[in-house]
Every structure is written in C-alpha cells, then in structure tokens.
C-alpha cells in the first residue's frame, strides 16, 4: 500500500569460547543504566505515579507484547497487520509509546506516523514516545500498525520473539484520560501480501522486501495473542528513545537516462544455507557453517549443452565438472549435485543458475513427482556454530572449526566424483537427503535476475513521456511491452540519497515491478553492484491502481525500475524517494574563493546527513549500521556543522552496554556480529572524551566513565610480556595493505594510549585521581613496548610482530602519524615519522581511506601543518569531484577495496567526512580552545584563497567567521555566542599583510 505523509535463540554469543572470557574478568562484569534523555518530540523519562496527574506518556508501561495468535509465531520474515478502534471526546493532549521487535510502521486514521522502534540491545530495549494530537479526530479513531518480525540476525539488532507493544494516552477536554492499551481486545492479522520466503539484502541487513498486492485483500483478523506483559519477556529495562525521530521528506527523480529491454535468461535457486542448517538460530557470524548440499536429476531427451552459474556452489552433473560453467549432455537423466564451496562466511543464502530455456526437467531423486525438484543434502557432522571473536585468521585455533574446515573439502571432494547418477546417489546420499517444500528450502532471489540482466535492445519508442515521473502533475508515463524482453527504465536522482521507494501505477494483475538502487555507473556502462547488496524490493500489481510506500530504507543515486510479466500498458503515475534521515538542523557553512573546496565541503557534509539516523552509520547502501570507530570520526565532523549531540551520546551508550557481552567494546552495536576490532574500542574511549569537549556535559561524563575504565582494564588482559596489545581479534585499521592479521598489531597499542589519554584527562575533570596511578602506569608500558620496535635503519616502526615471533617487513605511515599524535614516539626519532608523513620511502604503505587520513590530519594540525592538510584535500577529494561523485567515497582508488572498474566500494561513506572538519578549522580558523565551546580561537588561514565565510556550530551557537583579502590587506569579521570568550590569532600566511579585525586594526 501506498502511505498518506503527514524459535531458538542464539547460543554462539555465549559458547565456550566466551565463558572463557568472561572467566578472566569474573569481577568486572557490570550493567550500565542509563536516565531518560528528554530528546526528540515527547521523548521524556521514566516517573514513580504520584498523587498528581502525571504528564501524559510517562509512568510505568501498562500494554502488553501482542501478536498474531497464529502458528508459528516468530517464524523468518513475518508480517502482520495490528488493529484498534477507539473513542474520543474533544482531546487536547495525546502520548503514545511504541516499539516492536523487530519493525513498526504506525498509521493513526490512515496517516503515517512513523516507523521505528530505534535500534537496542534486548537487555535495554527502547521504545519510541510520539505525541499524536495532530492525527487524532473527536469521535471513532482507528489505530493500525505494520510489524514486522526479522527472525534472523543482523548488524542492527538482535531479534528475540515476535511482538508488538502500544500504549496512548489521550486527555479529554473534561479532563478525563483515555488509554489505548494493546491487548487480547485488538485484532491481528497475518499480511500475506509482504511474501516471507525472501534473502537477507545484505548480511548487515533485514530480509529482503516482496510485496504481492493481490493478496492484499486476505487479511482475516482475528484477536491479538497476548505474549508477555510489558516488562516481561526477553526485552528488559524499557526506556523511551533517547535520539529525535526520524525525519522524511520527497526526494524526486531528476532526470530520465533511457529506456532498455534486457532478458535475464536464467532459472536460480537461492538456499537459505544458515538457516537450514541452523533452524531458529539467530547470529550473523562468519564462524557458523553452512556445510550442506542439494541434488536434483536433470532429465533431457537430446544431446544439448548447459550453462551454469555456480556461484557459491561445487557443481558436478553425472560426476563431471563443468568447463567454462558449461556441460555437454546426452539424451538421458543425468544427476546434478551441489556442494556449499565454503562452509563458512557472511553469504548466508547462496543461488545456484542454470541457462535458460533448460533443455529438458529436473526431478527430485527422492521423489521425482515432488513440486520440489531439489532434494537438500544435510551434513550434521559439520554444523558448527560459534561467534567471531576468534577472527577467522585464527580459526584453526578452535578444533571445532578446523574440523569443518579440513574435513568439508576431504569429504565432498570424492562425492562429486562418485555420486554420479541414482544409483550412487541412494548409495552415498540417500541418508543425508531430505525432502523439503520449494518454500522451506528456498528464497526468492528476485535480485538475481537483476544481476545476470543482459541489454537486448532500445526501449525508448515503448514509453510515452518518461519525463511524467520527475513532476508531481497527473500526466502519465505509459510503457508498453515488447515480446523481445522486459522494459527497463533508468532515471538518475541527480545524487545520492536514502530513503522509502513510493509509488503509484496503473496495470493488470500480475505485472512484476522491480525497483532496484545503485551508486555507481562505470563510463563503460557497467553497473557497480556492491558487495552482493540486494538493494531493491519486488511489487506484484494487483488489477488497477496500485500505491506503495516501502517498508525499507534504501539508498542509491540510480534507480531502475524494470517490468517483467508485462502484457499490456502500465500507467507510471507517480515515482519518488522520500527521504528519510536524522531531522539535521544545519548550522555550520563554509564558502570560499575556490569553488572546487566549496564542492568537496558540500559532498562531506550531504554524506555525513546520509549516514545519521538513529546512530551514525557507516554507509546508507549495504550496511547502515553503527561501526564505532566510524562514528567516532563522523560526530567530530557533525559537531560543528549539525550539533547531533543526542546522536554520538546515544552511540556511546550503545557501546558501552556492549560491555555486558564482549570482553572489550564491540565494534558495531548493537548488533548480531560477535566480533571484535580492538581500534573500534579504544576509538570509543577517545569518542567519550571528544563528546565532552564538545558539549562540556560534565553529568554524561561521569556516567560514562565507569565503562572508559572498563573498557580498558580487560583489556589490559591482552597486554602481554613484550607490553604490546596482543589479541586473536580483527586486527583492522585501514582499507590498506598494512601487515594487520597477526595478533600483534602495533596501530592496536597506540590507539590504546590514545583511549588512555582520554581517561586520563576524564578522570582529571571528574577529580577521580584514584585511577591516575594505574594509567599513568599501563600507558608507560604500552609506550616501552611500542618504541622497543623502532627499526633504526627503517627509521620506523614495523606493521606487527608476527604469530610465529619474527618482526613484519612491512611498514606504514599509520604507526608514524599515530605515534607523533598519541606522544608515544621518542623525542629523537620524531623528525623521522615526521619525514615518513611528509616524504614517505617508496616502499612504505599509505592511507587506502579517507578514515585513516582523519587521524593524518589531527597529526598535521598538531604538528601545525595545516598547509599539508589543505593540500592533501585537493589531492584526495578533487578525484571524486572529477568522477562526479556526489557524496564522499569509503576508500581511495589506491585502497583495497577500490581501483579496477570501480574506484571505490562504497560511494557514501561518512568516515570520509574530514573536510566538512578541517576545512572550517584551518580556513575559517575556527578552534574551540575550552570544553563546551566555553572559548575559541579565530586564526584563518589564506591557503592562496582570496575569501572564506561560513559558521562552525558549539553547543553554545555557531560561530561565524568571513574575511577577504584585498593586495597587502586582510580584513576579518567574526561573531560567537554570548558568553563565549574569543581570541584572534595570528599566523604565519598573515605575514606582511595589515589585519582588521572586526573594523579594527590589528596591532
């Protein structure tokens, strides 16, 4: 539909491997509660009842947790419809609080309210607190929520057990209170039309969204079950959300790019391994094995040639490999079995293809009548499933996984070979093999046919006025279809955004619409799809007007919108994105005399909104998902353009919940992921100290400061003999060839000085000098036992000591710049690391991110050489202006995750934001010198420009800053808060120039 505006629970997280953890920390396990932030609209906390009328939406929750009292409950990808009519007389004020497990869409008198709940852990679970008054009407009010349960893991929650909780609270103008509870009294429906046999659009993310809008009509409501009252259940410690709302706004089409037929001439099968092999668990581990197989017979009465596509699959037809994914066949039944290639990774689901038309049947060896022409082949022996904090470079270490990982190749290699017709099947695999339903054993991979489209000709003469769909009149886009193949039209969104599909059409029943979004087209055509991401949904039309709003967010600057079982015209109405972010409000600004620098503030700045939501995120595409050490970047650049406090506090208390699970922060949170990247943690104890400096919020401090201490006292766990972090964790810091797999990685200990210095500095200012002693301690050794690997004749520090103890050969400007930034480097080898920043030997590796040049440019800055960071601006971003990016890219061309076809894997990557930072702080020359904006420094720099104006936010307003340089003149003009103290200061490329400053001059 389309919207009017206005169960087995996971174990790996607590297998054997982490109760070994958390046995060596028996005394420091600890809960953190955290008090109601009053953010966002009637986001307010927690009261006791007391004799007077309480505000409306506080107290304590009194619904329950409803949902469909039909079997199965929590089953994969469940959807349904909840219902509730009421009464009002007159109200004058209206609460509501809602959250849902693991989606909700609100409607209230057929409007949308708002989708949520925001992402928590289930031990401190949210609920969002909306006030309602604008959607209610005097007389009957109708209620209606979309839920939608995941049942699978992903990177943004952790899924326990279908449910839905409501609860609003209206004021009658005489007084009265009025109460909406979810009950037994509400009726919930199953939604037949949200199809629940779909993939996971990516690892990180939700299964994918199929909508067939002739079922829409099937909805049989029945009265809600009531599962657990609220407070009970696995969800615990509810608290409203502590982050504004989301916002949404429409986002159109800009320009139409043209109109194809393209044929997918391929018939697939996606088996959902994990969970067949797994069923009910919830995880998103790489460490969890999805050994298993499928067999079918292909039967053809003619010699003829196949074409596979084996994707993740060891494919053998009557015990033959194929040459060129192709396979001659003779007339007869010939066997075709399918082996999982890798029993372990993040390809949850994997699709197997076969050219189209097949020649011929396929029937199941078991039953060869069966509607299901596969068989699934089991091996129980192999199905293992841990967490990742064994990185998978150390998986050998844990004799469960090298099992499967010497035994899967060592027993499916000879069954390729052998099992090569019926016989041999029912010999060797007759015991393995189950008969499944198509729907059980497979998803709808509607990406598929996306992926292997081929262009079989020009489709601009079947659409009439493509243009219709950038304007919002009742004109028309009308396609009709061609026997050749399916029509395709492209429109270009002019840049990248994030948001819900809407639109609305006229057809038959049965046209299939697919939307899909992506980032990037090479200037050879080619289509980037990223990292497998299925970042599309599939409509079904029903007979006659058909309007959508999506359930999903999705992001993309090109959108393709394909019609497939087309017989006769579809009228294309309506076609827009409704944009949908963290309500920004943007109170920083930059400009200048070069408009290329203009540009490149302007991409980081557009990127970093599309990267806040109820966190920050790393990307909009694939993931969306908090990455710690990501957010830690991106509330640095969203302080003094956007503010966001809510946003990073909320980040860090995320985190440090995460403590409750890991030995050290995690790395995403909260998430399905058990794994750790020991930077992303210390990187978190650096973010604590970052918040307080830029809001001076001593509370929030104090609060947060068990945790920083935490969080480093395991992890001194991990420093060994040699004084050096030692861990079998994902030892990650860049998107570059750094030496970064063994367990002794040096970035990890001079990141942990940094998290050190942080706490230091807090414990200062909370005047808890007890702790002082113990770091000043634990950061001298971590200093000894990084500057004891100084090479004299590398004149550097090498990348890791080696699992087998030898010194890597590799080196990086990563160690330097992280030594000079952190204080850890020895007086007399700092002009070396200084030369290996500014003139690095040919040999040593440098930044593959944008990321790892954020903690470049502190270094520059530190060092005042601010000229080089300007410079390396120009060098870096003007690449992407010239490639006509609009938002700013994951990783360099020269990174390891770009060059090739592609110059980057993620278009928008907000960890790439540096210039929205630095651009202010050095051009405009605006530097906060006291916690909470308390104080500033104004000392522009000219960087050969002619003029700069704009406006760096504080938490006490933003300070603005203009100034023009005129021959032998400089005149500067600025404004800070009230109560702001500001001091202008000079600099070396004001040399020779007579200064005014605020129409004064300066002496």
């Known amino acids: 539909m389309r919207l009017k505006m206005g169960r087995r629970r996971s174990r790996t997280r607590r297998s054997s491997g982490m109760k070994a953890l958390g046995n060596r920390f028996p005394s420091l396990v600890f809960a953190i509660r955290w008090s109601a932030l009053a953010v966002g609209l009637g986001a307010v906390g927690l009261q006791q009842p007391r004799l007077q009328a309480q505000p409306l939406g506080t107290g304590p929750l009194q619904p329950n947790w409803i949902w469909w009292a039909g079997e199965p409950a929590d089953s994969y990808n469940q959807t349904v419809i909840a219902r509730k009519t009421f009464r009002l007389e007159a109200p004058q004020e209206a609460m509501l609080r809602i959250t849902a497990d693991s989606f909700y869409r609100l409607f209230i008198n057929g409007r949308w309210v708002n989708d949520g709940p925001c992402r928590s852990w289930p031990e401190h679970y949210q609920y969002d607190v909306v006030d309602v008054l604008p959607y209610l009407v005097a007389g009957t009010n109708e209620v209606r929520v979309i839920a939608r349960y995941y049942g699978v893991g992903d990177f943004h929650r952790i899924p326990q057990a279908a449910g839905l909780l409501v609860e609003l609270e209206a004021l009658q103008q005489d007084g009265s209170r009025v109460r909406v509870l979810t009950d037994a009294s509400w009726e919930v429906a199953l939604a037949p039309a949200w199809v629940p046999n779909t993939p996971k659009v990516s690892i990180q993310m939700e299964p994918c969204e199929l909508y067939d809008a002739r079922l829409e009509d099937r909805l049989q409501f029945r009265p809600a079950r009531v599962r657990f009252a609220a407070g009970q259940g696995p969800w615990r410690d509810l608290q409203p959300r502590d982050v504004a709302l989301m916002s949404r706004r429409p986002f159109p089409l800009k320009t139409f790019l043209g109109a194809r037929l393209v044929r997918a001439d391929w018939l697939s099968w996606c088996l959902p391994a994990a969970r067949l092999v797994h069923p009910g668990l919830i995880e998103a581990n790489n460490n969890v094995s999805m050994a298993c197989g499928m067999a079918t017979v292909l039967e053809v009465t003619q010699a003829c040639t196949v074409r596979l596509d084996p994707g993740p699959f060891r494919v053998a037809v009557g015990g033959q490999r194929p040459t060129n994914n192709q396979i001659s066949l003779k007339p007869g039944q010939h066997l075709v079995l399918a082996l999982v290639r890798d029993p372990f990774g993040h390809e949850k689901e994997k699709t197997l293809g076969f050219g189209t038309p097949v020649p011929g049947r396929l029937l199941n060896p078991l039953q060869p009548e069966h509607e299901n022409p596969w068989c699934f082949l089991r091996f129980s022996e192999f199905a293992v499933a841990t967490n990742d904090l064994l990185w998978i470079h150390f998986r050998r270490q844990d004799p469960r996984l090298a099992k499967v990982l010497d035994g899967w190749a060592r027993t499916t290699d000879p069954l390729l070979k052998s099992v090569n017709n019926l016989g041999s099947f029912r010999q060797q695999l007759a015991h393995r093999a189950e008969l499944l339903p198509s729907e059980q054993m497979f998803v709808q991979d509607f990406h598929y046919p996306f992926l292997r489209r081929q262009v079989v000709g020009d489709a ?160 909009p595409l694939y993931e969306q ?379």
């Open 460 to 619: 601009q003469g079947l659409v009439t006025h493509p243009a219709g769909l950038l304007h919002d009149t009742p004109e028309a886009t009308v396609v009709h279809p061609s026997p050749a193949g399916d029509v395709e039209l492209l429109y270009d969104l002019g840049e990248q955004t994030c948001g819900y599909y809407d639109f609305e059409l006229v057809a038959d029943a049965g046209v299939i619409v697919d939307i899909f979004g992506l980032e990037y087209i090479a200037p050879d055509g080619t289509l980037q799809h990223t990292s497998g991401n299925r970042n599309g949904l599939r409509y079904i039309t029903k007979a006659g007007v058909n309007r959508f709003t999506s359930l999903k967010r999705r992001s993309g600057r090109y959108l393709f919108l394909t019609l497939r079982n087309h017989h006769s015209p579809v009228r294309l109405r309506h076609l827009q994105v409704v944009e949908s972010t963290y309500p920004i409000h943007a109170q920083g600004s930059f400009n200048c005399s070069d408009a290329r620098l203009d540009r490149i503030w302007e991409i980081s700045t557009r990127t970093l909104k599309l990267c806040m939501e109820d966190t920050f995120t790393d990307c």
């Open 625 to 1003: 998902t908090h990455w710690v050490g990501d957010a830690r970047n991106e509330a640095l650049f969203a302080f003094g353009v956007f503010g966001a406090y809510d946003l990073a506090r909320r980040c860090i208390r995320l985190t440090a919940q995460s403590l409750d699970r890991y030995p050290i922060a995690g790395c995403q949170t909260p998430s399905c992921w058990d794994c750790l990247l020991p930077a992303w943690s210390f990187l978190w104890g650096i973010s604590t100290w970052d918040y307080y400096w830029a809001t001076g919020d001593t509370n929030r401090l104090r609060e947060i400061f068990p945790a920083v201490i935490v969080n480093l006292q395991r992890a001194e766990a991990y420093v060994t003999e040699r004084d050096l972090f030692s861990a079998p964790f994902w030892n990650f810091f860049d998107w570059a060839n750094i030496d970064q797999s063994p367990k002794t990685v040096l970035h990890n200990s001079m990141f942990l000085v940094g998290a050190i210095d942080a706490a230091l500095k807090e414990a200062q200012v909370l005047g808890q000098t007890n702790h002082l002693p113990w770091l000043k301690a634990y950061r001298d050794r971590l200093v000894r036992g990084i500057n004891r690997l100084w090479d004299p004749v590398r004149q550097a520090y090498p990348d890791a000591i080696r699992d087998d103890g030898s010194i890597s050969p590799s080196t990086c400007q990563h160690t330097s710049f992280l030594a000079l930034l952190y204080d850890i480097i020895e007086p007399a080898h700092a002009a070396a690391a200084i030369r290996n920043l500014t003139n690095p030997p040919p040999a040593m590796v440098r930044p593959g991110s944008p990321f790892a040049m954020l903690y470049l440019y502190e270094t520059y800055e530190k060092l005042g050489l601010a000229d080089a960071i300007i410079q390396d601006i120009y060098a870096q971003y003007l690449p992407m202006l010239e490639a006509g990016a609009t938002t700013v890219w994951e990783s360099f061309p020269s990174g390891t995750t770009g060059g090739g076809r592609f110059p980057t894997r993620s278009h928008c990557h907000a960890w790439s934001s540096a210039p929205t930072r630095f651009l202010n702080r050095i051009i405009l020359g605006v530097k906060e010198t006291a916690p909470g904006g308390a104080a500033v420094q104004i000392s522009p720099r000219l960087s050969g420009l002619s003029w700069a104006r704009g406006s760096t936010l504080t938490v006490r307003g933003p300070v603005w800053v203009q100034w023009q340089r005129q021959a032998d003149r400089l005149e500067v003009r600025y404004s800070v808060p009230a109560g702001v103290a500001a001091e202008f200061v000079r600099n070396d490329s004001h040399q020779g120039l007579t200064i005014m400053v605020n129409g004064t001059p300066l002496q």
